[in-house]
């Protein structure tokens, strides 16, 4: 069986397909779903918020998305930010600036939720400061107060896009919960301080939000009544899901298939399929086990050759081999219809290659992954670019078997390849 030849994405007619990260994060999914999005009527989010960063390249412009949804790039196509989201508006407002100042046109195409959640500056500052306390334990979040907003939701006293509809109530509700984190000693006066200037812009950026807002639960199940190509972007990756990840060096959010339906507001009926993307190798940013993380030359070479930096964080991401033992977990967990291998490239120089099949001492979750040991199988590498192929058969022969090999390990059809920044480095299977 050779990679994708059972699975054609657009030659169907489909109402939903989702793209979502099968590792840690970072495998590459905004190039897999802007080029997706040519033929996609509407993209949409289902959860985090500015915690995701998604780099886009076009002709060697690099344009990097932490809110937007990556079809925005495409004129025409529709973005939906769903209740599932957590949102910054100051963030959104600074990142949709940035598009129209480049010459795109966002009027009518943006959609937000009333429903999503409203990340305040306070909600930054707790983050910030509940991170240091945990001092050599901290779990490398991005501070981007993702994590206080969704308690905060969960607890029921969250602020959603609806309750920015009026302006003093809003404000009301944000000055007793900072003068709350002032008794509990939370928050200094300095801060206190800091924070009112802040929320000058917060506030002002709020109602330029607030003018996006819609129901998009009913939006949504619209497009699919009228068999409109929707696509479903998911953030972070599988590993980071809040139940089903390495806890608690997780995300606040599900970040795997099953959160699509209550993050956007449609039947499970609705998905038709969802695509896992899997770097060619294997990262992460921040703390957290990684059991096949290469503390040594090739994972400096990983991490320079693959410009391994987080777009969010801008930190060093930890490079590691493939990983196909967590690799099958999240095909299960998320019920993977297709793949995608990206940074392929990346590969290019190197003269050998290992691959993890298994863990010799269990599965994940029964064992904990900072006990697993992997298992390696070495492949010899191809040593030749891979930049150019534009088809599969355009491969290095040995390409062609690390691909056939990873698909075999993962049970599934890879039906795609990325094989460089640009847009048009992509391989269709």
């Known amino acids: 069986m050779l990679p994708g030849e059972h699975f054609i994405f657009w030659r169907i007619i489909m109402p ?3 793209v979502l990260g099968a590792q840690w994060g970072d495998e590459g999914k905004g190039k897999i779903v802007d080029n997706f999005s040519e033929k996609a009527n509407v993209v949409a989010r ?23 949804p990556s079809g925005i790039l495409h004129a025409g196509t529709d973005c939906i930010l769903g209740n599932g989201m957590v949102l910054d508006p100051i963030g959104l407002v600074n990142e949709m600036n940035s598009l129209k100042n480049e010459g795109l046109s966002l ?13 305040t500056p306070l909600h930054k500052v707790l983050d910030a ?6 001092g050599s334990k901290a779990i490398g979040t991005t501070k981007r107060g993702i994590g206080p907003c969704y308690s905060d939701k969960i607890n029921r006293t969250g602020i959603q896009v609806r309750d920015c509809q009026n302006p003093e109530s809003l404000q009301k509700t944000i000055d007793s919960k900072i003068k709350e984190a002032v008794q509990k000693g939370l928050l200094s006066s300095a801060e206190k301080s800091d924070l009112e200037k802040e929320l000058k812009k917060f506030y002002s950026c709020v109602a330029e939000v607030y003018s996006y807002a819609a129901d998009t639960s009913m939006l949504m199940n619209r497009y699919i009544r009228s068999d409109k190509n929707i696509l479903v972007e998911g953030a972070q990756g599988t590993l980071l899901d809040v139940d089903f990840g390495s806890y608690p060096f997780v ?3 599900n970040t795997i298939s099953g959160n699509i339906c ?5 039947g499970p009926k609705s998905v038709d399929y969802i695509i896992g993307v899997y770097k060619s190798y294997t990262t992460r940013v921040g703390a957290g086990p990684f059991p096949t993380e290469q503390n040594n030359e090739y994972g400096e070479y990983l991490q320079r050759a ?11 991401r930890r490079c590691g081999w493939f990983d196909a033992a967590i690799g099958r977990y999240s095909a299960m967990i998320n019920g993977f219809t297709s793949i995608a291998i990206t940074k392929l490239d ?26 697993a040991v992997p298992h390696y199988i070495s492949i010899k590498g191809w040593q030749q670019s891979t930049s150019t192929a534009r088809i599969f058969s355009d491969l290095p022969t040995e390409a062609q078997e690390y691909l056939k090999i990873i698909e075999d390990l993962l049970e599934i059809p890879i039906s795609y390849v990325s094989v460089g920044k640009e847009r048009e480095q992509f391989i269709r299977l």
């Open 16 to 18: 939903v397909t989702a």
């Open 251 to 253: 995300t606040s959010s």
């Open 262 to 266: 209550t993050g956007l507001g449609i």
């Open 46 to 68: 289902f959860q985090g918020g500015a915690n995701a960063g998604h780099t886009i390249v076009v002709k060697g412009q690099e344009t990097i998305l932490h809110q937007l």
């Open 346 to 371: 990346v590969l290019d120089k190197l003269d050998k290659i290992m691959v993890c099949t298994h863990y010799e001492n269990g599965n994940f979750p029964e064992i904990d992954l900072a006990s």
């Open 129 to 134: 400061k509940s991170e240091a306390s945990l």
């Open 306 to 316: 693959g410009s391994e930096l987080g777009a969010t964080t801008h930190r060093k």
């Open 107 to 119: 009027e009518g195409r943006i959609h937000i939720s009333l429903l999503a959640h409203i990340v």
